[in-house]
């Protein structure tokens, strides 16, 4: 089979692209051909479709001589026609979409129809039923990026897209997690048009070990939403009896939380210890004693999650989305309400019964290496969603 995989980024930008080029590896070491649709940009992997990429949006700044270029996210002409010539040269059997919001626009399923072609999307987040990507557990939306003009934008792009109903022609969705497919039903998404597949993980690159550093890790994109300050207020509040903690990652909120850990007096208890490459990350969460996800927003489904269950490590979470499905609590790690600090500070405190901590990381361990997680079954769920679609 020849499938097109479309996505916004073409280089280890995050996490949906870490899926696509796992998905794209697993695809054709399974004797398929992969092809690419995408924008143009010098940290792209080599690619033979690179002459029929678009040119790079950068959307990290709005004003008013802009707006003109940035009419392409409510729908991309060029995209359109450089798919159309695509599709016409390689003449792929299947389309897989994944993230197409902004810089490609929802043109490209236009297209894809038109060629006659089944087309599938990878939800990634939650786009598709929030204009601003998230959903908080308080069910508030934030300023993007702190732009009214911005924020604007997204909302009219999202009204726009609802409106003419494109999304409603991809013949099938796959949803990472329960709680996405739910949110996508909810929503007015046909039930009977999204299936559920979970990621993957391979479990022969983790290693496990006990924890061989007295500390309590967290890590991701330094941001609000990720509620990096509500862990710093938990381990304040536990005063002397407080564990350390490390945070790895950089962004926004980086001086603000520096700020906090000097006003709280735990410089000798917490440390911000900035972006870390693959490796050190996984270093850090193999020497950890657990692993905490204080997010405010709900999750897809909790990549990073699974992974520290691997490495068996028990997982603090707030109830947020699919991580609801990934953590059970008391069983492989302890769940909490999102921005609830009482609460997070007492499932610290009950780690720290050397018994809790040792059954839960069996747990963990047990966890991840449930069969639905592997690269085999996910191989198998995706061909037999490709199969169902095409004609």
Same mark, same amino acid.
């Not at 002409?77 to 929802?106: R, T």
């Not at 050190?280 to 520290?308: D, M, N, Q, W």
């Given at each position: 089979?020849?499938?097109?995989?479309?996505?916004?980024?073409?280089?280890?930008?995050?996490?949906?692209?870490?899926?696509?080029?796992?998905?794209?590896?697993?695809?054709?070491?399974?004797?398929?051909?992969?092809?690419?649709?995408?924008?143009?940009?010098?940290?792209?992997?080599?690619?033979?479709?690179?002459?029929?990429?678009?040119?790079?949006?950068?959307?990290?700044?709005?004003?008013?001589?802009?707006?003109?270029?940035?009419?392409?996210?409510?729908?991309?002409?060029?995209?359109?026609?450089?798919?159309?010539?695509?599709?016409?040269?390689?003449?792929?059997?299947?389309?897989?979409?994944?993230?197409?919001?902004?810089?490609?626009?929802?043109?490209?399923?236009?297209?894809?129809?038109?060629?006659?072609?089944?087309?599938?999307?990878?939800?990634?987040?939650?786009?598709?039923?929030?204009?601003?990507?998230?959903?908080?557990?308080?069910?508030?939306?934030?300023?993007?990026?702190?732009?009214?003009?911005?924020?604007?934008?997204?909302?009219? #792009?999202? @009204?726009?897209?609802?409106?003419? %109903?494109?999304?409603?022609?991809?013949?099938?969705? &796959? /949803?990472?997690?329960? =709680? *996405?497919?739910?949110?996508?039903?909810?929503?007015?998404?046909?039930?009977?048009?999204?299936?559920?597949?979970?990621?993957?993980?391979?479990?022969?690159?983790?290693?496990?070990?006990?924890?061989?550093?007295?500390?309590?890790?967290?890590?991701?994109?330094?941001?609000?939403?990720?509620?990096?300050?509500?862990?710093?207020?938990?381990?304040?509040?536990?005063?002397?009896?407080?564990?350390?903690?490390?945070?790895?990652?950089?962004?926004?909120?980086?001086?603000?939380?520096?700020?906090?850990?000097?006003?709280?007096?735990?410089? #000798?208890? @917490?440390?911000?210890?900035?972006? %870390?490459?693959?490796?050190?990350?996984?270093?850090? &969460? /193999?020497?950890?004693? =657990? *692993?905490?996800?204080?997010?405010?927003?709900?999750?897809?489904?909790?990549?990073?999650?699974?992974?520290?269950?691997?490495?068996?490590?028990?997982?603090?979470?707030?109830?947020?989305?699919?991580?609801?499905?990934?953590?059970?609590?008391?069983?492989?790690?302890?769940?909490?309400?999102?921005?609830?600090?009482?609460?997070?500070?007492?499932?610290?405190?009950?780690?720290?019964?050397?018994?809790?901590?040792?059954?839960?990381?069996?747990?963990?361990?047990?966890?991840?290496?449930?069969?639905?997680?592997?690269?085999?079954?996910?191989?198998?769920?995706?061909?037999?969603?490709?199969?169902?679609?095409?004609?």
């Amino acid at each position: 089979m020849k499938i097109l995989q479309i996505n916004k980024f073409l280089y280890p930008k995050g996490g949906a692209e870490t899926y696509l080029f796992s998905l794209s590896k697993l695809l054709t070491d399974a004797g398929h051909e992969v092809i690419y649709f995408s924008q143009k940009n010098s940290k792209n992997i080599p690619c033979d479709q690179e002459k029929y990429f678009i040119s790079d949006l950068e959307l990290g700044g709005f004003s008013f001589s802009s707006l003109f270029r940035l009419g392409r996210i409510f729908w991309s002409f060029k995209a359109a026609k450089n798919l159309k010539k695509l599709i016409a040269d390689e003449k792929p059997d299947l389309v897989h979409l994944h993230n197409i919001y902004h810089q490609l626009s929802p043109s490209l399923i236009a297209v894809a129809k038109s060629a006659g072609l089944p087309v599938v999307m990878t939800v990634h987040d939650f786009k598709l039923v929030s204009y601003d990507y998230t959903l908080r557990a308080d069910g508030r939306h934030g300023q993007h990026k702190g732009s009214l003009i911005a924020d604007l934008i997204l909302r009219l #792009e999202f @009204a726009f897209h609802k409106a003419i %109903k494109i999304y409603d022609r991809i013949d099938l969705f &796959i /949803a990472p997690s329960q =709680f *996405v497919k739910n949110k996508l039903v909810e929503h007015g998404y046909a039930e009977d048009k999204i299936i559920v597949i979970p990621h993957f993980i391979e479990m022969n690159n983790f290693s496990v070990q006990s924890a061989s550093g007295d500390y309590i890790l967290s890590f991701g994109r330094l941001d609000e939403t990720k509620g990096f300050e509500d862990l710093i207020r938990a381990v304040a509040s536990l005063k002397e009896g407080a564990p350390k903690i490390k945070i790895a990652g950089s962004g926004p909120e980086e001086a603000k939380l520096n700020v906090l850990i000097q006003e709280f007096g735990l410089t #000798e208890k @917490a440390e911000l210890l900035g972006k %870390k490459d693959k490796p050190e990350l996984a270093r850090l &969460i /193999a020497e950890a004693k =657990f *692993v905490c996800f204080p997010t405010r927003v709900h999750e897809t489904f909790g990549l990073a999650a699974l992974e520290s269950l691997a490495y068996g490590k028990p997982v603090v979470a707030s109830r947020a989305g699919a991580l609801t499905e990934l953590i059970r609590d008391e069983e492989n790690g302890i769940l909490f309400d999102a921005g609830n600090i009482d609460q997070l500070a007492s499932a610290i405190t009950k780690l720290n019964d050397p018994k809790l901590l040792a059954k839960l990381s069996q747990g963990a361990l047990n966890s991840a290496t449930n069969q639905k997680y592997s690269s085999g079954q996910h191989l198998k769920s995706i061909l037999e969603a490709y199969l169902s679609i095409k004609k």
